[in-house]
Protein backbone atom coordinates (compact mmCIF):
# COMPACT_ATOMS: atom_id res chain seq x y z
CA UNK A 1 0.00 0.00 0.00
CA UNK A 2 1.23 3.30 -0.36
CA UNK A 3 1.85 5.05 2.72
CA UNK A 4 1.48 8.44 1.14
CA UNK A 5 -2.37 7.24 0.62
CA UNK A 6 -4.72 7.13 4.14
CA UNK A 7 -7.35 4.52 4.71
CA UNK A 8 -11.30 5.35 4.37
CA UNK A 9 -13.34 3.60 7.34
CA UNK A 10 -17.14 3.86 6.36
CA UNK A 11 -18.84 3.62 9.85
CA UNK A 12 -22.76 2.99 10.69
CA UNK A 13 -23.29 5.22 13.48
CA UNK A 14 -26.58 3.48 14.35
CA UNK A 15 -30.09 5.14 14.44
CA UNK A 16 -29.67 6.97 17.80
CA UNK A 17 -29.21 5.62 21.17
CA UNK A 18 -25.41 6.24 21.13
CA UNK A 19 -24.70 2.72 23.19
CA UNK A 20 -25.53 1.12 19.63
CA UNK A 21 -22.51 2.51 18.24
CA UNK A 22 -20.47 -0.40 17.72
CA UNK A 23 -17.27 -1.29 19.73
CA UNK A 24 -15.45 -1.07 16.23
CA UNK A 25 -17.01 2.03 15.12
CA UNK A 26 -15.64 4.05 18.02
CA UNK A 27 -12.05 2.83 17.52
CA UNK A 28 -12.14 3.85 14.44
CA UNK A 29 -13.85 7.52 15.03
CA UNK A 30 -11.07 7.47 17.90
CA UNK A 31 -8.04 7.50 15.68
CA UNK A 32 -9.55 9.27 12.59
CA UNK A 33 -8.09 12.63 11.18
CA UNK A 34 -10.85 13.40 9.30
CA UNK A 35 -14.54 12.71 9.81
CA UNK A 36 -17.27 13.23 7.08
CA UNK A 37 -20.90 13.10 8.82
CA UNK A 38 -24.04 13.30 8.60
CA UNK A 39 -26.91 14.80 9.73
CA UNK A 40 -29.53 12.25 11.43
CA UNK A 41 -26.63 11.20 14.09
CA UNK A 42 -26.25 11.19 17.76
CA UNK A 43 -24.31 14.91 18.06
CA UNK A 44 -22.67 12.89 21.23
CA UNK A 45 -21.05 10.59 18.96
CA UNK A 46 -18.85 13.48 17.30
CA UNK A 47 -17.62 13.84 21.44
CA UNK A 48 -15.46 10.61 20.56
CA UNK A 49 -13.39 12.25 18.27
CA UNK A 50 -10.13 13.57 19.13
CA UNK A 51 -10.00 17.03 18.88
CA UNK A 52 -7.57 17.68 16.26
CA UNK A 53 -9.09 16.48 13.93
CA UNK A 54 -10.87 17.90 10.62
CA UNK A 55 -14.58 17.74 10.52
CA UNK A 56 -16.49 17.98 7.59
CA UNK A 57 -20.57 18.50 7.72
CA UNK A 58 -22.23 16.33 4.47
CA UNK A 59 -25.83 17.01 5.90
CA UNK A 60 -28.07 15.07 4.28
CA UNK A 61 -31.25 16.11 6.51
CA UNK A 62 -34.74 15.60 4.39
CA UNK A 63 -33.39 16.69 1.37
CA UNK A 64 -31.97 19.79 2.50
CA UNK A 65 -28.24 18.58 1.76
CA UNK A 66 -24.91 20.69 2.40
CA UNK A 67 -22.80 18.56 0.20
CA UNK A 68 -24.39 16.40 -2.77
CA UNK A 69 -23.29 13.07 -3.08
CA UNK A 70 -20.35 14.04 -5.22
CA UNK A 71 -19.30 16.34 -3.40
CA UNK A 72 -18.99 13.94 -0.40
CA UNK A 73 -16.95 11.50 -2.11
CA UNK A 74 -14.62 13.68 -3.61
CA UNK A 75 -14.22 14.86 0.03
CA UNK A 76 -13.43 11.37 0.72
CA UNK A 77 -11.07 10.45 -2.10
CA UNK A 78 -9.04 13.63 -0.97
CA UNK A 79 -8.78 13.76 2.79
CA UNK A 80 -7.54 9.77 2.14
CA UNK A 81 -5.09 10.71 -0.73
CA UNK A 82 -3.54 13.73 1.84
CA UNK A 83 -2.25 10.20 3.85
CA UNK A 84 -5.42 10.53 6.59
CA UNK A 85 -7.13 8.42 8.57
CA UNK A 86 -10.79 8.95 7.30
CA UNK A 87 -14.14 8.22 8.87
CA UNK A 88 -17.20 8.64 6.71
CA UNK A 89 -19.73 8.62 9.56
CA UNK A 90 -23.62 7.71 8.54
CA UNK A 91 -26.62 7.01 10.68
CA UNK A 92 -27.73 3.75 10.90
CA UNK A 93 -25.92 1.26 8.64
CA UNK A 94 -23.73 2.28 5.26
CA UNK A 95 -24.68 -0.29 3.06
CA UNK A 96 -28.59 -0.33 4.10
CA UNK A 97 -30.28 2.70 2.23
CA UNK A 98 -26.58 4.82 3.25
CA UNK A 99 -25.28 5.03 -0.23
CA UNK A 100 -22.62 3.39 1.37
CA UNK A 101 -21.81 0.66 -1.27
CA UNK A 102 -21.71 4.18 -4.02
CA UNK A 103 -18.76 5.85 -1.85
CA UNK A 104 -17.07 2.16 -1.40
CA UNK A 105 -17.24 1.79 -5.48
CA UNK A 106 -15.26 5.53 -5.69
CA UNK A 107 -12.97 4.51 -3.26
CA UNK A 108 -11.96 0.85 -4.63
CA UNK A 109 -11.95 2.64 -8.02
CA UNK A 110 -9.47 5.18 -7.02
CA UNK A 111 -6.90 2.74 -5.24
CA UNK A 112 -7.98 4.07 -1.81
CA UNK A 113 -8.05 1.34 1.17
CA UNK A 114 -11.04 0.78 2.75
CA UNK A 115 -13.06 -0.91 5.33
CA UNK A 116 -17.08 -0.62 6.40
CA UNK A 117 -18.01 -1.14 9.69
CA UNK A 118 -21.64 -1.85 9.86
CA UNK A 119 -24.10 0.04 12.10
CA UNK A 120 -27.33 -0.46 14.00
CA UNK A 121 -30.16 0.03 11.48
CA UNK A 122 -33.15 1.72 12.29
CA UNK A 123 -35.17 -1.21 10.48
CA UNK A 124 -34.45 -2.86 12.81
CA UNK A 125 -33.50 -0.81 16.08
CA UNK A 126 -36.62 0.94 15.54
CA UNK A 127 -39.44 -1.58 16.00
CA UNK A 128 -37.33 -3.66 18.70
CA UNK A 129 -37.36 0.17 20.94
CA UNK A 130 -41.08 -0.05 20.50
CA UNK A 131 -41.16 -3.63 21.31
CA UNK A 132 -42.21 -5.11 17.59
CA UNK A 133 -39.71 -7.78 16.55
CA UNK A 134 -39.81 -8.13 13.26
CA UNK A 135 -40.24 -12.17 12.84
CA UNK A 136 -41.78 -14.67 15.57
CA UNK A 137 -42.52 -17.89 15.45
CA UNK A 138 -46.19 -17.62 15.97
CA UNK A 139 -46.75 -14.37 13.51
CA UNK A 140 -44.22 -14.09 10.60
CA UNK A 141 -41.05 -15.67 9.60
CA UNK A 142 -39.97 -13.04 6.97
CA UNK A 143 -39.43 -9.54 6.49
CA UNK A 144 -38.04 -6.89 3.93
CA UNK A 145 -36.58 -3.53 3.99
CA UNK A 146 -38.14 -0.88 1.73
CA UNK A 147 -36.91 2.59 0.83
CA UNK A 148 -40.36 5.00 1.54
CA UNK A 149 -38.86 7.75 -0.64
CA UNK A 150 -39.40 6.17 -4.10
CA UNK A 151 -41.91 7.61 -5.96
CA UNK A 152 -44.83 5.15 -6.30
CA UNK A 153 -46.42 7.23 -8.72
CA UNK A 154 -43.95 6.43 -11.78
CA UNK A 155 -44.89 3.36 -14.34
CA UNK A 156 -41.65 1.70 -13.74
CA UNK A 157 -40.94 0.70 -10.09
CA UNK A 158 -37.99 -1.07 -8.87
CA UNK A 159 -40.60 -2.72 -6.10
CA UNK A 160 -42.65 -5.58 -7.40
CA UNK A 161 -45.44 -4.38 -5.47
CA UNK A 162 -47.75 -7.66 -6.28
CA UNK A 163 -45.07 -9.76 -4.75
CA UNK A 164 -44.26 -7.32 -1.47
CA UNK A 165 -47.86 -7.13 -0.73
CA UNK A 166 -48.61 -10.76 0.36
CA UNK A 167 -45.34 -12.43 -0.39
CA UNK A 168 -43.31 -11.22 3.01
CA UNK A 169 -44.56 -11.39 6.48
CA UNK A 170 -43.20 -7.95 7.70
CA UNK A 171 -42.71 -5.08 5.84
CA UNK A 172 -40.47 -2.30 7.10
CA UNK A 173 -40.75 1.39 5.90
CA UNK A 174 -37.35 3.82 5.97
CA UNK A 175 -38.40 7.04 5.13
CA UNK A 176 -41.91 6.87 4.97
CA UNK A 177 -44.02 9.66 6.13
CA UNK A 178 -44.04 11.48 2.83
CA UNK A 179 -45.43 9.27 0.76
CA UNK A 180 -47.62 7.36 3.08
CA UNK A 181 -51.00 7.57 1.37
CA UNK A 182 -49.60 6.26 -1.94
CA UNK A 183 -47.58 3.34 0.03
CA UNK A 184 -50.25 1.78 1.93
CA UNK A 185 -52.76 2.51 -1.11
CA UNK A 186 -50.58 0.47 -3.41
CA UNK A 187 -50.23 -2.50 -0.84
CA UNK A 188 -54.05 -2.76 -0.29
CA UNK A 189 -54.36 -2.53 -4.02
CA UNK A 190 -51.74 -5.66 -4.49
CA UNK A 191 -53.65 -7.80 -1.74
CA UNK A 192 -52.69 -6.54 1.72
CA UNK A 193 -55.45 -7.32 3.96
CA UNK A 194 -56.86 -3.32 5.28
CA UNK A 195 -57.19 -4.51 8.81
CA UNK A 196 -53.60 -5.03 8.57
CA UNK A 197 -51.65 -3.36 11.92
CA UNK A 198 -49.20 -0.45 11.11
CA UNK A 199 -46.80 1.09 13.35
CA UNK A 200 -45.14 3.95 12.99
CA UNK A 201 -42.03 5.26 14.96
CA UNK A 202 -40.77 8.30 15.30
CA UNK A 203 -37.12 8.91 16.50
CA UNK A 204 -36.79 5.36 17.33
CA UNK A 205 -34.32 4.64 19.80
CA UNK A 206 -34.12 8.77 21.22
CA UNK A 207 -35.60 10.32 24.02
CA UNK A 208 -38.21 11.56 22.29
CA UNK A 209 -39.87 8.04 20.90
CA UNK A 210 -43.18 8.27 19.63
CA UNK A 211 -45.34 5.05 18.19
CA UNK A 212 -48.51 5.28 16.70
CA UNK A 213 -50.29 2.18 16.14
CA UNK A 214 -52.78 1.75 13.27
CA UNK A 215 -54.14 -0.27 10.95
CA UNK A 216 -52.61 -0.46 6.75
CA UNK A 217 -56.42 1.33 5.98
CA UNK A 218 -56.30 4.17 8.69
CA UNK A 219 -52.50 4.75 9.15
CA UNK A 220 -52.38 7.91 6.46
CA UNK A 221 -54.85 9.91 7.85
CA UNK A 222 -53.70 9.21 11.45
CA UNK A 223 -50.14 10.11 11.19
CA UNK A 224 -51.74 13.27 9.54
CA UNK A 225 -53.71 14.00 12.49
CA UNK A 226 -51.24 13.09 15.10
CA UNK A 227 -48.64 15.59 12.95
CA UNK A 228 -45.96 12.48 12.89
CA UNK A 229 -42.99 13.80 10.86
CA UNK A 230 -40.01 12.18 9.71
CA UNK A 231 -38.01 10.49 10.56
CA UNK A 232 -40.14 7.48 10.99
CA UNK A 233 -40.13 4.10 10.44
CA UNK A 234 -43.21 2.02 9.23
CA UNK A 235 -43.64 -1.68 10.38
CA UNK A 236 -46.42 -3.56 8.77
CA UNK A 237 -47.72 -6.83 10.05
CA UNK A 238 -49.58 -8.93 12.25
CA UNK A 239 -45.93 -8.82 14.70
CA UNK A 240 -47.46 -5.32 15.35
CA UNK A 241 -49.74 -6.64 17.60
CA UNK A 242 -46.89 -7.84 19.64
CA UNK A 243 -46.48 -4.25 21.02
CA UNK A 244 -49.06 -4.07 23.48
CA UNK A 245 -47.05 -6.72 25.34
CA UNK A 246 -43.35 -6.46 24.19
CA UNK A 247 -43.42 -2.73 24.78
CA UNK A 248 -40.32 -1.69 27.06
CA UNK A 249 -38.55 1.12 25.98
CA UNK A 250 -41.04 3.40 26.57
CA UNK A 251 -42.11 1.93 29.69
CA UNK A 252 -39.03 3.19 31.25
CA UNK A 253 -39.39 5.17 34.41
CA UNK A 254 -37.07 8.34 33.09
CA UNK A 255 -38.17 7.63 29.29
CA UNK A 256 -38.85 10.67 27.26
CA UNK A 257 -36.39 12.86 29.63
CA UNK A 258 -33.17 14.40 27.31
CA UNK A 259 -30.71 15.53 29.80
CA UNK A 260 -27.98 18.28 29.01
CA UNK A 261 -25.02 17.62 31.04
CA UNK A 262 -22.48 20.63 30.54
CA UNK A 263 -18.73 19.34 32.47
CA UNK A 264 -16.83 17.28 30.50
CA UNK A 265 -17.80 13.33 31.74
CA UNK A 266 -21.15 12.04 32.37
CA UNK A 267 -19.86 9.42 35.04
CA UNK A 268 -22.77 9.21 38.36
CA UNK A 269 -25.48 10.32 35.16
CA UNK A 270 -25.74 6.61 34.01
CA UNK A 271 -28.27 5.49 36.18
CA UNK A 272 -30.34 8.24 34.59
CA UNK A 273 -30.01 6.59 31.00
CA UNK A 274 -30.08 3.11 32.55
CA UNK A 275 -34.00 4.10 32.86
CA UNK A 276 -34.41 5.84 29.60
CA UNK A 277 -32.99 9.32 29.76
CA UNK A 278 -30.98 10.29 27.51
CA UNK A 279 -27.64 11.81 28.57
CA UNK A 280 -26.55 14.68 26.35
CA UNK A 281 -22.82 15.98 26.96
CA UNK A 282 -22.01 19.39 25.90
CA UNK A 283 -19.39 20.46 28.32
CA UNK A 284 -18.55 24.13 28.35
CA UNK A 285 -15.46 23.72 30.74
CA UNK A 286 -12.42 21.95 29.57
CA UNK A 287 -9.51 20.85 31.77
CA UNK A 288 -6.19 21.78 30.21
CA UNK A 289 -2.44 22.13 32.04
CA UNK A 290 -1.17 25.94 33.39
CA UNK A 291 0.26 28.09 30.70
CA UNK A 292 3.53 27.18 32.52
CA UNK A 293 5.05 25.20 35.79
CA UNK A 294 6.52 27.84 37.28
CA UNK A 295 4.48 28.90 40.30
CA UNK A 296 3.68 24.60 40.88
CA UNK A 297 7.55 23.39 40.41
CA UNK A 298 8.28 26.43 42.72
CA UNK A 299 5.77 24.72 45.40
CA UNK A 300 7.27 20.90 44.58
CA UNK A 301 10.59 22.34 45.34
CA UNK A 302 10.34 23.54 48.64
CA UNK A 303 6.89 20.58 49.35
CA UNK A 304 8.87 19.27 52.77
CA UNK A 305 8.10 22.47 54.33
CA UNK A 306 4.43 22.19 54.09
CA UNK A 307 2.24 21.28 57.22
CA UNK A 308 -1.27 20.23 54.94
CA UNK A 309 -1.91 19.67 51.17
CA UNK A 310 -5.69 20.60 50.38
CA UNK A 311 -7.13 19.39 46.99
CA UNK A 312 -10.51 20.76 46.02
CA UNK A 313 -10.88 18.56 42.87
CA UNK A 314 -10.18 15.29 41.25
CA UNK A 315 -8.57 17.58 38.77
CA UNK A 316 -6.46 19.59 41.14
CA UNK A 317 -5.32 15.82 42.26
CA UNK A 318 -4.34 14.38 38.82
CA UNK A 319 -2.39 17.58 37.64
CA UNK A 320 -0.37 17.62 40.67
CA UNK A 321 1.01 14.13 40.91
CA UNK A 322 1.23 13.98 37.38
CA UNK A 323 3.46 17.21 37.27
CA UNK A 324 5.14 15.57 40.39
CA UNK A 325 5.41 11.74 38.32
CA UNK A 326 7.06 14.01 35.53
CA UNK A 327 9.36 15.62 37.07
CA UNK A 328 10.47 11.95 38.55
CA UNK A 329 9.66 13.23 42.64
CA UNK A 330 9.75 10.63 45.07
CA UNK A 331 6.37 10.29 46.37
CA UNK A 332 8.08 9.68 49.56
CA UNK A 333 8.59 13.79 49.72
CA UNK A 334 5.20 13.82 51.05
CA UNK A 335 5.69 12.06 54.11
CA UNK A 336 4.82 14.03 57.16
CA UNK A 337 2.71 16.33 55.59
CA UNK A 338 -1.37 15.86 56.05
CA UNK A 339 -3.57 15.69 53.14
CA UNK A 340 -6.81 16.69 52.86
CA UNK A 341 -9.61 16.24 50.48
CA UNK A 342 -12.97 18.48 49.82
CA UNK A 343 -15.17 15.89 48.85
CA UNK A 344 -15.31 11.59 48.51
CA UNK A 345 -14.50 12.07 45.04
CA UNK A 346 -11.45 14.14 45.65
CA UNK A 347 -10.62 11.23 48.25
CA UNK A 348 -11.30 8.78 45.89
CA UNK A 349 -8.66 10.28 42.96
CA UNK A 350 -5.97 10.84 45.71
CA UNK A 351 -6.67 6.60 47.08
CA UNK A 352 -5.58 5.89 43.57
CA UNK A 353 -1.95 7.60 43.54
CA UNK A 354 -1.38 5.53 47.02
CA UNK A 355 -1.77 8.31 49.53
CA UNK A 356 -3.22 8.49 52.64
CA UNK A 357 -6.48 10.75 53.08
CA UNK A 358 -6.20 12.70 56.77
CA UNK A 359 -9.23 14.69 56.39
CA UNK A 360 -12.18 15.26 54.23
CA UNK A 361 -14.64 18.05 56.08
CA UNK A 362 -18.37 17.75 56.21
CA UNK A 363 -18.94 20.29 53.89
CA UNK A 364 -17.41 20.62 50.77
CA UNK A 365 -16.72 24.01 50.50
CA UNK A 366 -14.38 26.70 51.37
CA UNK A 367 -16.40 27.92 54.40
CA UNK A 368 -16.27 24.54 55.96
CA UNK A 369 -12.82 23.95 54.97
CA UNK A 370 -12.39 26.93 57.32
CA UNK A 371 -13.58 25.63 60.09
CA UNK A 372 -12.36 22.42 60.46
CA UNK A 373 -8.70 24.00 60.23
CA UNK A 374 -9.49 26.11 62.94
CA UNK A 375 -11.09 24.14 65.71
CA UNK A 376 -9.65 23.81 68.41
CA UNK A 377 -6.84 26.17 67.83
CA UNK A 378 -8.46 29.34 69.31
CA UNK A 379 -9.29 30.85 65.74
CA UNK A 380 -5.65 30.97 64.72
CA UNK A 381 -3.17 29.28 61.97
CA UNK A 382 -0.06 30.83 63.40
CA UNK A 383 3.00 28.47 61.94
CA UNK A 384 0.72 26.31 59.84
CA UNK A 385 2.13 26.30 55.83
CA UNK A 386 -0.54 25.23 53.74
CA UNK A 387 -0.26 24.21 49.79
CA UNK A 388 -3.48 24.64 47.94
CA UNK A 389 -2.93 23.32 44.02
CA UNK A 390 -6.04 24.41 42.23
CA UNK A 391 -7.61 25.87 39.01
CA UNK A 392 -6.65 29.32 38.03
CA UNK A 393 -9.70 30.68 38.74
CA UNK A 394 -11.03 30.29 42.10
CA UNK A 395 -12.59 31.67 45.14
CA UNK A 396 -10.73 33.07 47.59
CA UNK A 397 -11.91 32.92 50.74
CA UNK A 398 -10.44 29.73 52.01
CA UNK A 399 -6.73 31.58 50.95
CA UNK A 400 -7.51 35.00 52.37
CA UNK A 401 -9.10 33.54 55.40
CA UNK A 402 -5.77 31.35 56.16
CA UNK A 403 -3.75 35.00 55.70
CA UNK A 404 -6.04 36.54 57.60
CA UNK A 405 -5.73 34.25 60.88
CA UNK A 406 -1.69 34.21 60.49
CA UNK A 407 -1.57 30.99 58.51
CA UNK A 408 1.11 30.78 55.19
CA UNK A 409 -0.46 29.22 51.92
CA UNK A 410 0.56 29.06 48.56
CA UNK A 411 -2.53 28.52 45.65
CA UNK A 412 0.10 27.54 42.32
CA UNK A 413 -2.16 27.73 39.25
CA UNK A 414 -1.89 23.35 38.49
CA UNK A 415 -4.97 23.35 36.04
CA UNK A 416 -7.02 25.52 33.92
CA UNK A 417 -10.75 25.24 33.02
CA UNK A 418 -11.35 27.17 29.71
CA UNK A 419 -14.07 27.37 27.26
CA UNK A 420 -14.06 24.82 24.71
CA UNK A 421 -13.83 25.72 21.17
CA UNK A 422 -17.14 24.39 19.61
CA UNK A 423 -20.34 25.80 18.53
CA UNK A 424 -24.10 24.85 19.97
CA UNK A 425 -26.07 24.82 16.30
CA UNK A 426 -27.60 21.73 16.86
CA UNK A 427 -28.31 22.35 21.11
CA UNK A 428 -30.02 25.85 19.76
CA UNK A 429 -32.06 24.16 17.67
CA UNK A 430 -32.90 21.28 20.61
CA UNK A 431 -33.40 23.64 23.16
CA UNK A 432 -35.62 26.04 20.54
CA UNK A 433 -37.85 23.13 19.69
CA UNK A 434 -38.31 22.13 23.74
CA UNK A 435 -36.23 18.76 22.97
CA UNK A 436 -34.22 19.14 26.29
CA UNK A 437 -36.09 18.91 29.40
CA UNK A 438 -33.63 19.53 32.04
CA UNK A 439 -30.15 21.09 32.61
CA UNK A 440 -27.16 20.63 35.11
CA UNK A 441 -24.87 22.68 35.68
CA UNK A 442 -21.94 21.86 38.02
CA UNK A 443 -20.07 25.02 38.21
CA UNK A 444 -20.82 28.38 37.79
CA UNK A 445 -18.01 28.60 35.25
CA UNK A 446 -20.21 26.07 32.87
CA UNK A 447 -23.05 28.25 33.85
CA UNK A 448 -20.95 31.42 31.84
CA UNK A 449 -19.85 29.20 29.69
CA UNK A 450 -22.85 27.68 28.14
CA UNK A 451 -24.37 31.82 28.23
CA UNK A 452 -21.63 32.65 25.86
CA UNK A 453 -22.05 29.66 23.28
CA UNK A 454 -25.54 29.60 23.01
CA UNK A 455 -26.01 33.67 22.50
CA UNK A 456 -27.68 36.46 23.29
CA UNK A 457 -30.89 34.25 23.41
CA UNK A 458 -29.83 31.76 25.94
CA UNK A 459 -31.45 33.26 28.77
CA UNK A 460 -34.97 32.82 26.92
CA UNK A 461 -33.73 29.67 25.71
CA UNK A 462 -32.85 28.23 29.73
CA UNK A 463 -35.96 29.57 31.15
CA UNK A 464 -38.02 27.17 28.97
CA UNK A 465 -36.13 24.00 30.53
CA UNK A 466 -35.32 23.13 34.19
CA UNK A 467 -32.24 23.61 35.47
CA UNK A 468 -30.49 21.68 38.31
CA UNK A 469 -27.16 22.64 40.17
CA UNK A 470 -24.58 21.64 42.43
CA UNK A 471 -23.70 24.07 45.07
CA UNK A 472 -24.89 27.66 46.26
CA UNK A 473 -22.23 29.96 44.58
CA UNK A 474 -23.38 27.85 40.92
CA UNK A 475 -27.40 28.53 41.70
CA UNK A 476 -26.39 32.26 42.88
CA UNK A 477 -24.59 32.65 39.43
CA UNK A 478 -28.05 31.27 37.73
CA UNK A 479 -30.31 33.25 39.52
CA UNK A 480 -28.49 36.12 39.29
CA UNK A 481 -28.67 35.73 35.76
CA UNK A 482 -32.71 35.98 36.15
CA UNK A 483 -33.25 32.15 35.85
CA UNK A 484 -34.97 29.82 38.29
CA UNK A 485 -33.11 26.97 40.02
CA UNK A 486 -35.02 23.60 40.50
CA UNK A 487 -33.18 21.43 42.28
CA UNK A 488 -29.96 22.03 43.84
CA UNK A 489 -29.21 18.54 46.50
CA UNK A 490 -28.19 19.25 49.73
CA UNK A 491 -24.93 17.85 49.15
CA UNK A 492 -22.88 19.23 46.70
CA UNK A 493 -21.48 15.70 44.23
CA UNK A 494 -22.95 14.52 41.17
CA UNK A 495 -24.51 11.23 43.05
CA UNK A 496 -26.77 13.94 44.91
CA UNK A 497 -26.97 16.04 41.87
CA UNK A 498 -27.99 12.87 39.80
CA UNK A 499 -30.57 11.74 42.74
CA UNK A 500 -32.16 14.54 42.89
CA UNK A 501 -32.84 14.94 39.26
CA UNK A 502 -34.29 11.68 39.38
CA UNK A 503 -36.46 12.12 42.75
CA UNK A 504 -38.06 15.71 40.65
CA UNK A 505 -38.56 14.08 37.41
CA UNK A 506 -40.58 10.76 39.04
CA UNK A 507 -42.61 12.93 41.79
Known amino acids: MDKSTGIVYLVGAGPGDIGLLTVKGLRC ?3 AEAVIYDFHLNAQILNYIRHDAEFIYAGKRGGHHTMTQDEINAAIVEKAKEGKIVCRLKGGDPFVFGRGGEEAQVLARAGIPFEVVPGVSSSVAAPAYAGIPLTHRLYSSSFAVIPGYEDTTKEESSIDWAKLATGVGTLVFLMAVKNIDSLTARLIAHGRRPDTPVAVIRWGTRSDQRTLVSTLKDIAAEVRENEIRPPAVMVIGDVVNLRQELSWYEKKPMFGQRILVTREHSEGFDLLEE ?3 EVVLFPTVEVVPPADWNELDACLDRISTYDWLVFTSANGVKYFFGRMIEKEIDIRELKGIRLCAIGPKT ?32 KTLEGIRILLPRAEKAREIFPEKVRELGGVIDVPVTYRAVRPEH ?8 LKEGRVTLITFTSAATFHNFREIMGEDADEMLSRVAIAVIGPVTARAVEKAGLRVSIMPKEATVEALVAAVRAWVLK
Open 29 to 31: LQK
Open 275 to 277: EGA
Open 347 to 378: ALEMKKYGVKVDLVPEEFRAEGLIEVFTKGRG
Open 423 to 430: HGKRLRRF
